[in-house]
């Protein structure tokens, strides 16, 4: 799946060889020799990673929302899985975004696996992201496919961008949070949620 680009054209992907050599043009800019022995196979190497590293354009992640469960015993008390690794990439220099994403929601009626709320977070990670947009759409797609009472997602997480270039503060860390529906607009279960994913955490 290319990225929204809006009402713009279609993206045109260039050919894996194109993008090989645009690799060989960066290591040609960085100063090194790209026809050497140790860096012949850098460019297949470095799009098989890309692979992986982006493959959340390729998946849909109303897709794995839809697959819920109705049979719940009338289950309607918060849902919360915390602590989900997270591993993005920063749209602005292409270099890691690392931390953990806390998500939780008052079902209505329709429950989801946990795996599938890990598996949406995995989604939109695997994208070229910025936190703030990255917490939105995790929770907004929660709340649009589950229709639950609520949903709440809070990101905590370090940019390489921050602590390998730039400014270097190698200790920070970055928090975004978004609350819909009863964790919005209900202080207690806001409360309930943030003290839930606080127990025993470690540090990001």
Do not use: N
Not at 50 to 73: M, N, Q
Not at 85 to 90: A, G, N
Not at 168 to 194: A, I, Q, Y
Request: net charge negative.
């Amino acid at each position: 799946m290319a990225p929204d680009t809006g009402d713009s054209a279609p993206l045109i992907r260039p050919t894996r060889a194109q993008a090989e050599e645009a690799v060989r043009t960066l290591l040609r800019w960085a100063g090194d020799d790209p026809s050497r022995e140790g860096l012949v196979g850098t460019p297949d190497r470095v799009l098989r990673a890309y692979g992986e590293f982006f493959a959340g354009y390729g998946e849909d992640p109303v897709s794995v929302l839809e697959r819920t469960f109705e049979e719940t015993a009338d289950y309607d008390e918060m849902i919360v899985v915390r602590d989900i690794r997270l591993e993005s990439h920063c749209e602005h220099h292409i270099v890691p975004i690392v931390g953990k994403a806390h998500v939780g929601y008052l079902p209505a009626g329709r429950v989801v696996g946990i795996s599938k709320l890990a598996r949406v977070v995995d989604i939109f990670a695997k994208r070229l992201q910025i936190q703030e947009r990255l917490t939105t759409e995790i929770a907004d797609a929660i709340d649009h496919v589950l229709r639950p009472r609520g949903v709440a997602v809070v990101i905590e997480a370090t940019h390489m961008c921050m602590s390998t270039r730039g400014i270097h503060k190698t200790e920070s860390s970055t928090v975004t949070s978004r609350m819909l529906g009863g964790f919005r607009t209900d202080p207690t279960t806001r409360r309930e949620f943030l003290t839930m994913i606080s127990r025993g955490r470690d540090s990001v």
